[in-house]
């Protein structure tokens, strides 16, 4: 799936649409996922309808299904920098982005 391709509202439906078949796959209610999660039957039928919620209620619902695992692919260990490294680094992390544009050879 292209996901930049589709509007917001379009992505938030999608997300819905693959939690709920998760949800599905794992024959559970709305109701038995919510009250896993600690929210109300409504807010898994907002998400799954692909109507906005908090982020926090979205990782509470993944958790329950199991799924937290996709934040690996958002966010891989690669771009962390370990402890031992920062040590050795003392104060040379990048902390604020320079705004400028990379060009392709300078992009990572």
């Not at 599905?24 to 898994?44: D, H, M, P, Y």
């Not at 031992?84 to 992390?93: H, I, S």
């Amino acid at each position: 799936m292209d996901w930049y391709g589709y509007s917001d509202i379009a992505v938030l439906e999608e997300i819905g649409n693959r939690i709920k078949a998760k949800r599905l796959r794992l024959n559970r209610t709305q109701e038995w996922v919510g009250k896993q999660a600690g929210v109300g039957r409504s807010s898994i039928n907002k998400i799954e309808s692909g109507q906005p919620v908090s982020f926090i209620i979205v990782i509470q619902v993944l958790r329950v299904l199991n799924e937290l695992d996709i934040f690996e692919h958002l966010f891989p260990d690669k771009d962390r920098i370990d402890a031992k490294t920062l040590l050795k680094m003392k104060g040379k992390v990048r902390k604020h982005a320079s705004g400028k544009k990379l060009n392709s050879k300078n992009r990572k």
